[in-house]
């Protein structure tokens, strides 16, 4: 019987500092901080939204996005590295305004230059989502 192989834990890369420091500032609504991460070019897709293109409409992005829920986390379940990008599963569990429980899978996948986010794709399933908001 072979021995296990036992994977050393390496420290985050500074591609994933800065997008943990972005989530860090989500979660906390600390959304001025966001300027400190976003590249002045940053692009924001998300799947059915028009995109948020340079750091001022990125840092608008969010306080819009969240303003429907009285709490929100979003929780990184996995993270995939390289130097220049990283991709994280998220699990977002969070309250509406009028209390109902909303949670959903996401992936978000963020290219980093210079130390500064330049682009952050997220993926979820919409529908899934509009039913819960629905009820």
């Given at each position: ?81 390289t ?49 819960q908001?629905r009820?």
């Amino acid at each position: 019987m072979t021995e296990p192989t036992t994977v050393p834990v390496t420290e985050a890369g500074p591609a994933r500092q800065v997008v943990e420091r972005y989530f860090s500032a989500i979660n906390a609504h600390r959304f001025a901080e966001l300027g400190e991460v976003f590249a002045p070019e940053a692009e924001i897709h998300t799947v059915g939204r028009a995109p948020a293109l340079g750091r001022a409409e990125a840092l608008a992005h969010f306080p819009t996005v969240l303003a429907g829920y009285a709490e929100h986390h979003d929780a990184v379940t996995r993270w995939i590295e390289t130097e220049d990008a990283v991709v994280c599963e998220i699990h977002f569990t969070g309250r509406l305004r009028d209390g109902r429980p909303i949670v959903f899978d996401a992936v978000d996948l963020f290219d980093v230059r210079d130390g500064r986010i330049a682009k952050v794709s997220t993926w979820y399933d919409t529908r899934a989502l509009a039913r819960q908001i629905r009820g």
